[in-house]
């Protein structure tokens, strides 16, 4: 048994140190001196880029014809605060999951308590979300025109009259499927 140790250890050995023999011809250079013509962007400028996928005054119009969008990002959430939507204010949450999938979606939901329903958009299989108990506010989730799963939340003021958020949600979904096309 230990000679057996001994010849797996010296081989896994051998492996190592044959693949430390290689050289590379040429000097290390900082990052970004390559001499080439690539640039790197240390702005971070376009981190955000998925926030624009619909205008503010587009999302306002949706929710309910308001004016006044503020928009804000916080970890992979895209958030807009609603001034003047009916029922006195509202709030709008875009994600966009490059790895999510439906199920994945539906099994967190189930988790949560939250209520899942199948719908259509677009031709494709989606899910429309509700919290128990709450009209306030939906959630929509369809499968992005590439790859993962794009989803939009609607929440108005709670126990105010407004429109259902499901049909805004929806038709904030479709959109940013049309624009990623």
Known sequence: MRAGRIAATALLLTLALAGC?????GSAQPLGQGG??????????????ECEVVAGDKIGEIVGNAKFVTGSFSGAV???????????????????????????????????????????????RA??????????SCGVTAPAADVGVVGWWINYKPGSAHPDPCVAAQKLVELTLDLAR
Do not use: H
Not at 36 to 49: A, H, P, Q, V, W
Not at 104 to 123: A, H, M, R
Not at 127 to 136: A, S, W, Y
């Open 78 to 124: 895209c958030m807009w605060d609603i001034e003047d939507a009916p029922g006195g204010g509202a709030m709008a949450s875009l994600n966009w999951y490059e790895m999510g999938t439906l199920n994945n979606e539906k099994t967190t939901n189930d988790k949560l308590g939250y209520l899942s329903g199948d719908i259509t958009v677009q031709g494709r």
């Open 21 to 25: 023999g290689d050289k590379i011809e």
């Open 127 to 136: 899910l429309q979300v509700r919290r128990p108990g709450d009209n306030d």
């Open 36 to 49: 080439g013509d690539e640039t790197i962007n240390t702005d971070f400028d376009k981190l955000l880029r």
